[in-house]
């Protein structure tokens, strides 16, 4: 009788944990359907809001008459450039924050102080590192708004992103890696670089990806920095302000004179927002398999 009752318990128990199991997996797949059906439908509203505002002119002209007309070419190259310039700086600042954390430093308060800052940094508003960059950057340093003023603010917004996905990169690689390096006589600095490092990398770009993202459409953080409302030339240098598709969008649509007359340009400016972020988060991922594929 014994064993007949434990053997029912174990089959009960195992019918739970499998229904238990079933339900979470279904609850997961669920929010998967539910995140690409909302990226299918507003990628199709913004596709039959703006697809007749997309055509050669818009995407290689100035704007003028008031922004009714033209293109968004200065708008397209200010995001790229402040997008690349923001990755430039965050990048070695947030992976060399990331091996100091993980490889250097000793485990404590001091430790768990600076992660629990990094990831507080990580929740604050866009319009706080906005407001920081025009305080310190445009103000304090002279730099004025700028693209430079724009990449420094949104380099230090990003960083946080670089620093959290490159510690956890370098955490994943296997302690052997270390110890083989170390007993064939090398120092801890040549293990780092020679050994660690490129054995996170493809994961460490992941972070890059994901800051690359955030940076392109942010716009708080850039219009107190960098973006101007209107101008007609293009940067020469890194400390001319310039236009960007995100902070664009926002002017038609809220601060422009004629904003029912702009709707089109408005829904084809934020489609081509999109198609450059998924455009530069590609060419990031192809770069990343390439790199998985040597190792």
């Not at 004025?144 to 990449?151: C, K, N, R, Y």
């Not at 040549?190 to 992941?206: D, E, M, Y």
């Not at 459409?217 to 960007?244: C, N, R």
Request: hydrophobic share 55%; charged share 10%.
């Amino acid at each position: 009788m014994n064993n007949e009752h434990q053997l029912n318990f174990s089959l009960n128990s195992g019918k739970k944990r499998n229904l238990f199991q079933s339900a979470v997996f279904l609850l997961f797949r669920c929010a998967a359907v539910i995140n690409a059906l909302a990226l299918i439908i507003i990628v199709f509203f913004l596709l039959k809001n703006g697809w007749r505002a997309i055509n050669w002119t818009f995407l290689t002209q100035m704007p003028y008459n008031a922004m009714t007309e033209g293109g968004i070419l200065p708008c397209i190259l200010g995001t790229i450039y402040l997008s690349l310039g923001a990755l430039a700086i965050a990048f070695p600042l947030g992976i060399a924050s990331a091996v100091y954390l993980n490889e250097y430093a000793r485990q404590g308060f001091v430790l768990r102080a600076i992660r629990f800052g990094i990831n507080n940094l990580a929740g604050v508003p866009s319009v706080v590192f906005g407001l920081f960059g025009l305080a310190v950057f445009v103000t304090w340093m002279g730099i004025g708004v700028s693209i430079l003023s724009g990449a420094l603010t949104l380099g230090f917004l990003t960083l946080p992103v670089i620093i959290g996905t490159s510690e956890e990169a370098l955490k994943a690689v296997p302690a052997t890696y270390r110890e083989a390096s170390l007993g064939l006589g090398a120092t801890k600095w040549q293990t780092i670089q020679k050994v660690i490092l490129p054995a996170a990398l493809p994961s460490v770009l992941t972070g890059g990806i994901l800051a690359l993202s955030r940076a392109a459409g942010e716009t708080a953080a850039i219009m107190f920095t960098a973006a101007v409302f209107y101008t007609t030339l293009l940067p020469k240098s890194i400390l001319d302000p310039v236009m960007a598709l995100p902070y664009h969008i926002y002017v038609l649509a809220t601060a422009g004179t004629q904003i029912e007359k702009t709707r089109p340009l408005q829904y084809g400016t934020a489609l081509v927002l999109i198609a450059l972020v998924l455009g530069m988060n590609l060419a990031a991922i192809i770069y990343r398999s390439k790199l998985r594929r040597k190792r």
